[in-house]
T-cell receptor, first 119, second 117 residues
């Protein structure tokens, strides 16, 4: 079984500053993938970034980076230079992969963190 | 390119009524999924289909049935709706990725907001 824990119900950040959203996970699977999704108030789920458990380098996508610490079982999302449009709910999720790294994409989600960006 | 589409967007049902939520994707993905999101919570997997012709249970399958009609379409049916099934339902599609290239993505539809009274 997999479990995702997001301990920050809400976070606040000033525009143009960086913010880190915490995510810890628990799994017995030898290989897995970690995701972050953004859910604005409009409700859609927007994919942000993905990290495979065997990836040597931390994933980056524009202003988003994933601080992956395997030994600590953490996969924190770092948003640099926050913008007002970053205000949303953020979900961390994970999926198991087989030994070859193939994922069936069954995601387990955390409860989310609401990020508010102040001007 | 529409991505993942869902119908309807909103639905109100009375307890005991049945309905089918429709989902279609035009990205030629093998895998499709149904999730539900209850207020203040993350998404939970109801059913998934790894490929055309196959379906399997997720974390919360009770009270639901699914049909993978073809590669594009994956429907979710509530045979006898209950108030506990009031939720937002998301359909998603994606494709398996290999370890060498970590760019896996799972695309979500806009969601269906269902209320059961």
């Amino acid at each position: 079984a997999q479990k995702i824990t997001q301990t920050q119900p809400g976070m606040f950040v000033q525009e143009k500053e960086a913010v880190t959203l915490d995510c810890t996970y628990d799994t017995s699977d030898p290989s897995y993938g970690l995701f972050w999704y953004k859910q604005p108030s409009s409700g859609e789920m927007i994919f942000l970034i993905y990290q495979g458990s065997y990836d040597q380098q931390n994933a980056t996508e524009g202003r988003y980076s994933l601080n992956f610490q395997k030994a600590r079982k953490s996969a924190n999302l770092v948003i640099s230079a926050s913008q007002l449009g970053d205000s949303a709910m953020y979900f961390c999720a994970m999926t198991a992969t087989n030994a070859g790294g193939t994922s069936y994409g069954k995601l387990t989600f955390g409860q989310g963190t609401i990020l508010t960006v102040h001007p | 390119n529409a991505g993942v589409t869902q119908t309807p967007k909103f639905q109100v049902l009375k307890t005991g009524q049945s309905m089918t939520l429709q989902c279609a994707q035009d990205m030629n993905h093998n895998s499709m999924y149904w999730y539900r999101q209850d207020p203040g919570m993350g998404l939970r997997l109801i059913y998934y289909s790894a490929s055309e012709g196959t379906t399997d249970k997720g974390e919360v399958p009770n009270g639901y049935n699914v049909s993978r009609l073809n590669k594009r379409e994956f429907s979710l049916r509530l045979e006898s709706a209950a108030p506990s099934q009031t939720s937002v339902y998301f359909c998603a599609s994606g494709r398996p990725q290999f370890r060498a290239h970590s760019s896996y993505e799972q695309y979500f539809g806009p969601g269906t907001r269902l209320t059961v009274t």
